[in-house]
């Protein structure tokens, strides 16, 4: 017993240090999100490490508009012509993030199991993990309390069912008119394109860059929505059926990004992304919770990476594993009202589309 008790810490003391380099970025690349992730201000979920470096528990972010004029030709001087930016600043706090695991009656667990338990509960809280932070992006992107303004939500088919009120606006929508179509996606894409509620003409949501190739990048808006709301867009719909639009819009691409089961095809610059974890909400009927990302849409920053820990009891019979990260995670909002109190504060990256959402 003693010598199988001590090749098991053995073990122990050299596996969990090779897997602290690769824990995050295992998991990180299984995320459903990860498409669409990147330190780039060009991607719909911006990542920061600032804080990995320095101390803190908040980290600042400045959000920009569109370049405002600038534009200069011929002999026109640069000096005194220069264009603006308005770079407004977002701020959002990291705190402790752990999935934890215990083994009991160790020696003996390993004794009868045919595979490693360590092995095993790292597995399982690698998946863990994941689905923690599949969650908490998509809890941050679909919070409808802040950066509420008509130009950044869609309820249905009718912009006229907006209401200031996220509740009574799900009533306006309906089983019959309100399903998911091409149509929405070009309103949705039109909001995008707009100043949501601002006074200023270039606060509209810019399009994530897009890499597809290697030396090629293109510009487009993603939508993600519910299984049930693609079903609807991609078999009931005959702008979407009579276009082929389930293929790839174009095969061959180095990209992962047009491919995968989740990837259901593009029109007018969109990519349609089906995700059964996306929310469904319970109204006068049962809808779907849709978003169309540009860049910055939501921050996730960490301060501290993915680190495995372990803690022993009963003299070695029992154990804790964890993988423990600090981190934050929000939806990003254009604060302009603290530069003029007239102008509404918006979602810089998203427009929310909510569409019926009828079960099988």
Known sequence: MAGSYIEILTSHAIVPEIWVAQLQEEYLGQVFWAPMMGTSDAMPVQLSYDLTKKKGDSINVPIRSQLQGGHVTGNSKGIGNEGKLDFYNFNFTIDNDRQVVAASDLPMSEQRASFNILTAARNALVDAAKFQLEDDITTALTVTSTGRVRGRYLYGALDSNWHATHATALQNVDNTDDKLTVAMLGIAKRKAKKAGGSNNPYAKIRPAKVKVSANQWEEWYYFVTHDLSTRDLTQSDASWKNAELNLPPMPGRDSSIFTGSNFKGAREGVLVYEWDRMPLVSSTIQVSHGLMLGAQACMVGWGQMSKFGEEYSDLGHAVS???????????????????????????????????????D
């Open 321 to 359: 594993y964890e993988v423990h990260e600090i981190r934050g995670i929000k939806k990003v909002v254009f604060d302009r009202a603290t530069v003029d109190s007239t102008i509404s504060n918006e979602d810089q990256g998203v427009v929310h589309v909510i569409a019926a959402a009828v079960a």
